[in-house]
């Protein structure tokens, strides 16, 4: 995801406890709590597949299937203004959903505390795909690409994926904890944007 602000560490891996061997890096590992979270609803599928790249690298995907058009599902998800009134994750972005442009995020994980960041836009397809990029500070140590996409299924409906790709070398030191919490922070979006699309609420 993106550079920490002062003492406070990368978002993602925020919502993890760093093990003891990561204890040595520019941030500590700190735990948010996160409440019992529901048995995923038949509509909503998602998959975290093992490491790769000699485990380097880790994704976390989700998805949902949503009754709304790509253009309704898009709308809602360029609005930054009103994310503090829906989503239970990305609680704030300030900055313009344009190729290059670096945003500031405000992260947080149910049940947990927020966090800071700030990721440069790599991808703004209208009603297609959202996509940013951050990394901490030291190069190789840990980033985060992060991917919202939209896929038509037909009838005016969509299947929307959250997913965020993971590398550096302390990824396969956090990466049962990326499955656990993270995974959880986009269900949790996933669910909330659902209910939006679907309610009529919104732009």
């Known amino acids: 995801m993106g550079q920490p602000r002062g003492p406070q560490q990368h978002p993602m891996v925020a919502i993890v406890r760093a093990p003891a061997a990561a204890r040595g890096a520019p941030f500590r590992g700190a ?10 609803a038949p509509h909503e599928r998602s998959s975290a597949p093992p490491p790769s790249g000699r485990g380097m690298a880790k994704v976390v995907r989700t998805e949902i299937e949503i009754n709304a058009t790509p ?3 898009w709308s809602i998800l360029e609005e930054f203004a009103a994310y503090p009134e ?3 994750f990305v609680r704030k972005i300030e900055g313009r959903p344009e190729v290059g442009t ?8 149910p049940g947990g505390r927020a966090m800071t960041f700030k990721p440069v836009v790599q991808a703004a397809d209208e ?3 959202f996509r940013w ?11 985060g690409e992060h991917r919202f996409r939209i896929e038509p299924t037909g009838d005016g409906r969509v299947r929307f ?8 070398l302390l990824v396969p030191l956090m990466a049962r904890s990326l499955d656990r919490d993270t995974k959880a ?10 209910e939006r699309a679907e309610g009529g609420a919104g732009p």
Do not use: C, I, Y
């Open 133 to 143: 990029l951050g990394r901490l500070a030291l190069p190789g140590l840990f980033s």
């Open 127 to 129: 009603s297609r795909e």
């Open 31 to 40: 735990l948010v709590t996160q409440g019992d979270a529901r048995a995923p």
């Open 86 to 88: 829906w989503n239970p």
């Open 102 to 109: 670096r945003l500031r995020v405000l992260l947080q994980a």
């Open 185 to 194: 922070g986009f269900e949790a979006m996933n669910r909330a944007l659902k």
């Open 161 to 168: 994926h959250q997913e965020e790709t993971f590398r550096g």
């Open 71 to 73: 253009d309704r599902v």
